[in-house]
């Protein structure tokens, strides 16, 4: 069966530092998303990105953040200079559609640890 | 922002009971769908629900769309110690947007 696939399944960084976080998506979904979990909380959205570009946005996806699909498989999200409180599991989603079909499937996420 | 509230919080129960725990909003959805995590891994997608007043059944689960479209419930009949995990639900507002509003979990535990 398909499945959204993240790498690394840990990352830790030094505070101030550039990570990358990185997704392949289930291959014939149009449709890509970014959430995170801080330990012990609910799933919060990040970004949505669909034709090479960011459709919506939170707003703790400010300034600091971008994402990036740069060829026909890969999806990114990089964190520009972490911050202690960037600590948190990352989760990729792809869907098929929008809207009224919007089922969306998770990777297993990236643990990011910022010291 | 919108919340959506999930209850109970928790619940503790023996292998072989039901199981029945909702969400609720005080925002009109879309879509619910309901997801299951185990520790360390990523939302799973159980069920998912596109019209108000919906039921619809994943082998023990079922699940469905309130009619006001504020609400959503998911049964799991005769638990087993697999059903072990945090269970979230998620929605979303409106067609314009694919952005997924996730409750704030039940975390269920199966005993033998």
């Known amino acids: 069966e398909p499945e959204v696939t993240q790498t690394p399944s840990h990352q830790v960084t030094q505070m101030g530092q550039e990570v990358i976080l990185r997704c392949v998506p289930i291959s014939n979904h149009l449709y890509f998303y970014w959430y995170r979990q801080i330990l012990g909380q609910k799933v919060e959205f990040l970004v949505s990105?669909?034709?090479?570009?960011?459709?919506?946005k939170s707003e703790i996806f400010d300034d600091q953040f971008s994402v990036e699909r740069p060829d026909g498989s890969n999806f990114t999200l990089k964190i520009r200079s972490t911050k202690l409180e960037d600590s948190a599991m990352y989760f990729c989603?792809?869907?098929?559609?929008?809207?009224?079909?919007?089922?969306?499937?998770f990777g297993p996420g990236t643990r990011l640890t910022v010291l | 922002g919108q919340q959506l509230n999930q209850s109970p919080q928790s619940m503790f129960i023996q292998e072989g009971e039901d199981v029945s725990m909702n969400c609720t909003s005080s925002s009109i959805f879309n879509t619910w769908l309901w997801y299951k995590q185990d520790p360390g891994e990523g939302p799973v997608l159980l069920i998912a629900l596109y019209k108000a007043g919906e039921l619809t059944s994943n082998g023990r689960l079922t699940a469905q769309f309130g009619i006001t479209r504020k609400d959503s419930f998911l049964n799991i009949s005769a638990s087993i110690p697999s059903d072990v995990g945090i269970y979230f639900c998620?929605?979303?507002?409106?067609?314009?947007?694919?952005?997924?509003?996730f409750g704030t979990g039940t975390r269920l535990q199966v005993f033998p």
């Open positions: 990105f669909y034709n090479n570009e960011i459709s919506e």
């Open positions: 989603a792809s869907s098929g559609g929008r809207g009224a079909i919007n089922e969306q499937f």
């Open positions: 998620a929605g979303q507002l409106t067609d314009n947007t694919d952005k997924l509003i």
